[in-house]
């Protein structure tokens, strides 16, 4: 079972940065891959970035590469995701998850935190 806490939003200005962190505890953090995703009010949640258990592979939504980077630390069992340039339509909560694979698809992962809302003014 893992257990994932994420931490870092907050409401800043467009153009501006905010980095958010995803802290693990309990399971093997390097066995899982991980993800962000982001919910806006009234839509579905959607696929932000994902990165391999080792770290060497990374991938991101359209919407935000280029913009935000993923990262991880194996061994402070962090996820981090590093949001430059941000614009009001990345305004959301976004989630933190882990998955055995590496996937873009919601359904595939098995842990998510609780949300963290990060909020883009105009």
């Known amino acids: 079972q893992v257990q994932l806490v994420e931490s870092g939003g907050g409401l800043v200005q467009g153009g501006g940065s905010l980095r958010l962190s995803c802290a693990a505890s309990g399971g093997t953090f390097s066995a899982y891959a991980m993800a962000w995703f982001r919910q806006a009010p009234g839509k579905e949640r959607v696929f932000v970035a994902v990165i391999s258990r080792s770290g060497d592979s990374t991938f991101y939504a359209g919407s935000v590469k280029g913009r935000f980077t993923i990262s991880r630390d194996n061994a402070k069992k962090l996820v981090y995701l590093q949001m430059n340039s941000l614009k009001p339509e990345d305004t959301a909560v976004y989630y933190c998850?882990?998955?055995?694979?590496?996937?873009?698809?919601?359904?595939?992962?098995?842990?998510w935190g609780q949300g963290t809302q990060v909020t883009v003014s105009s």
């Open positions: 998850a882990a998955s055995r694979s590496f996937k873009i698809v919601a359904d595939e992962y098995d842990y």
